[in-house]
Each structure stands twice: as structure tokens, then as C-alpha cells.
């Protein structure tokens, strides 16, 4: 992999980690309006919180490639 691919493959990953984590915040921002929002904050926050952990997970899936690359030899 050249040093333009790895970036590439990391700037894909963080476009992909903030579209998750956009459609994390708009789901939990839903379904606190729809229903009563103390009632809601527990289950908006898991639903925030789970699209969070695989948008971070993107985000270090591109570091990770572009570390990967600069370190091999």
C-alpha cells in the first residue's frame, strides 16, 4: 500500500466515522423528541452511545492504516 492509498483509506474511514456519528446524534435527538425526553435520555444515550463506538471505531481504523503504513518497512 503507497502512502496516498493508506491516506485515502484513513480520510474514507473518517468521512464514514462522522457519518455515523451524525446519524447516532440525529437517531437519539429523535426519539427524545418523539417521546417524553426524561424518559427517553437513558435509551438516547445508548443509542448515541453505540453509534459513537463504531464511528470511533472508523476513526482508529484510518489511523491505524496510516500508522501501519508508516512504520513498515
Known amino acids: 500500500m503507497t502512502r496516498q492509498s493508506a491516506a485515502t483509506d484513513a480520510a474514507i474511514n473518517g468521512i464514514v466515522g462522522i457519518a455515523v456519528?451524525?446519524?447516532g446524534t440525529l437517531s437519539a435527538?429523535?426519539?427524545?423528541?418523539m417521546l417524553n425526553?426524561?424518559?427517553t435520555a437513558i435509551p438516547a444515550l445508548l443509542?448515541?452511545?453505540t453509534f459513537a463506538f463504531y464511528g470511533f471505531k472508523q476513526f482508529a481504523?484510518?489511523?491505524h492504516t496510516v500508522v501501519g503504513d508508516a512504520t513498515r518497512k
Open 21 to 23: 456519528l451524525s446519524a
Open 29 to 33: 435527538s429523535v426519539v427524545a423528541i
Open 37 to 39: 425526553p426524561w424518559l
Open 47 to 49: 443509542i448515541w452511545a
Open 61 to 63: 481504523y484510518g489511523l
